[in-house]
């Protein structure tokens, strides 16, 4: 039986450490707001022109494929996972591929826009691929650059405090050793999609929750131009709008209820957990899933209080820290969770 494997995990944070004291030069905010109701003391923000996503998800890669013991020229597929790309097209899988040299085999490519669950989502299609017999080393990135793109004003503070950059990447590898990943669920709802959204530049003219008239639409009768308009920039809708109190209730929901669900499709429960890896989104979120679940301290990772929410980033990134740490041991049960934009949730079980 073919299973996929994680054969090596890395991970990149940029040097630039950004204290919540630092983000309260430019806003109304104060350190002990954020860490009072995120966890969050720091985060990184990458060298504006010089890094991006994929500058990032290329780092991680470099370590995830050392690891791995492979070359580059060894992976035959990139999933890239990001909310944050470089271009609006095209996606940073192919610049990626191209960063790593990666040009003679012409391997495909995919993009994965699923925010925060981006990780989770890309490592079950890769997991599908390996168990069909398609591939056998695929490249599975979730990278943010999200500070090139966030409001650092008192109207933004609601989610510019929350968010980090940050990439991790992971080998996923075909193996037919009784290990690697057992079950993957995934879950979605687009009732209130537009609840955690960014909405312009996009074809619906990037408004939603306003009047659409005070957005300086042209006359329908023209060609074009709603795209993004002065009105939407000056309103920033180019920027991520959430309804925190919102995402905060579902998301303590959907957590435990698909933990639960995929450990039951394999016969096992919460205390079978070795360690989780929530997506980190909210210190406050992770320990109420913890408590729902009724984990103990050391089942749980949590490196939100370093580098902030680093949505796509932040469950590779956790992993591969937990993996340095020695709290990922061959034979650990790992459960991967997350839930985010969409809403998309799903959760990844693996044993190591
Ligand atoms: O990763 C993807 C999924 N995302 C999430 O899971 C995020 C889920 N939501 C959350 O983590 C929390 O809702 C937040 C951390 C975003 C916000 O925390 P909250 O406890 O829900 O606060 P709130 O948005 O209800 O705001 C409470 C108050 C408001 O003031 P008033 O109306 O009570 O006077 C806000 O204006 O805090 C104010 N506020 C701030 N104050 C200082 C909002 N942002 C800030 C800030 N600094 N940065």
Redesign the pocket.
């Known amino acids: 039986m073919i299973r996929a494997k994680i054969a090596g995990i890395g991970h990149y944070v940029p040097n630039n450490v950004v204290s919540n004291d630092d983000l309260s030069k430019h806003m109304?905010?104060?350190d002990e707001?954020?860490q009072e109701?995120?966890g969050i003391k720091e985060r990184r923000f990458g060298t504006k022109h010089e890094e991006s996503t994929t500058t990032m998800g290329y780092e991680a890669s470099k370590v995830a494929l050392e690891r791995a013991g492979i070359t580059a020229e060894e992976v035959d597929f990139i999933i890239f996972a990001t909310l944050s790309p470089d271009y609006y097209f095209p996606g940073c899988g192919v610049l990626l591929q191209r960063a790593l040299g990666i040009t003679k085999t012409e391997i495909g490519a995919l993009d994965v826009r699923n925010q925060?669950s981006g990780f989770v989502y890309a490592l079950s299609v890769a997991d599908q691929y390996i168990r069909s017999g398609m591939y056998k080393n695929i490249l599975v990135v979730g990278a943010e650059m999200h500070s090139m793109g966030l409001e650092f004003t008192t109207r933004g503070?609601?989610v510019s405090?929350?968010f980090g950059d940050g990439a991790g990447a992971a080998v996923v590898q075909a193996t037919e050793e009784d290990k690697g990943i057992l079950v993957s669920e995934l879950h979605s709802d687009g009732t209130n999609a537009e609840i955690?959204s960014l909405l312009s530049p996009g074809s619906h003219g990037g408004v939603h929750h306003d009047d659409k008239e005070q957005f300086g639409f042209p006359d329908k009768s023209t060609l074009g131009g709603t795209f993004i308009t002065d009105k939407m920039l000056e309103n920033g809708h180019h920027f991520p709008y959430?309804d925190?109190?919102s995402?905060?209730k579902k998301?303590v929901v959907k957590f435990p209820e698909v933990i639960k669900s995929t450990l039951d499709k394999i016969g096992k429960t919460a205390e079978d957990i070795d360690l989780l890896i929530p997506?980190q989104?909210?210190l406050r979120?992770s320990q109420f899933i913890q408590k729902v679940l009724g984990l103990k301290d050391e089942q749980v990772f949590n490196n939100i209080h370093k580098y902030g929410?680093t949505?796509a980033a932040s469950i590779p990134i956790a992993l591969s820290e937990a993996w340095e740490e020695g709290k990922v041991k061959e034979g650990d049960t790992i459960c991967l969770a997350a839930?985010?934009?969409g809403f998309t949730w799903g959760s990844v079980i693996i044993k190591w």
């Open positions: 109304e905010t104060s707001w954020i109701r995120t925060c503070r609601g405090v929350i955690l959430m925190g109190k995402v905060f998301a997506h989104a909210n979120i929410n949505t839930f985010g934009s």
